[in-house]
């Protein structure tokens, strides 16, 4: 891969992969260093990507560098939710914190659904799992969420 080739691609999903590793690892420079892996990987030319799957392929890179990073960091404490991202209304803002606050096994195919508009089939073979432990997953994600949001007088 050329340089002109992986500046584009960065330059196209570098914010989304940035977006998605934030989601498992909630923390900006974990964050940051998922994303540059993804891409130093990408640079070192040992994989051919399928043309109009990139995205994927560098979702499920992020996705594999972020399991890899826990099972050696065990680091749950976040940044500051004002420092990842501005909401601009009160009601966004409560469900990107209900988002954030689910288990990392539910956030993931949340994040992958809503935000990155992915199918569920899709998200099983980006997250390598089964077709119904994602259906699975977005079914008690979504139960949190309605629980969270509705006890939060907030919105």
Not at 61 to 82: D, I, T, Y
Not at 104 to 113: D, Q, S, T
């Amino acid at each position: 891969m050329t340089a002109d080739e992986l500046a584009v691609l960065f330059n196209r999903y570098g914010d989304d992969v940035f977006r998605f590793a934030y989601s498992y690892t909630r923390h900006a420079a974990d964050a940051e260093d998922v994303c540059q892996s993804v891409f130093c990987r990408l640079a070192e030319g040992r994989t051919e990507l399928e043309p109009g799957k990139e995205k994927s392929w560098l979702l499920t890179s992020a996705a594999n560098a972020c399991k890899n990073r826990f099972r050696f960091l065990r680091r749950w404490e976040g940044l500051p939710l004002e420092a990842a991202e501005s909401v601009p209304d009160k009601e966004e803002q409560a469900v990107l914190e209900a988002v954030l606050s689910l288990p990392e096994k539910y956030r993931a195919p949340v994040h992958l659904y809503y935000y990155e508009g992915y199918s569920q089939g899709e998200i099983a073979r980006i997250l390598g799992l089964r077709l119904t432990a994602v259906q699975t997953r977005m079914q008690r994600a979504r139960a949190m969420l309605k629980e969270a949001l509705s006890d939060d007088d907030s919105i």
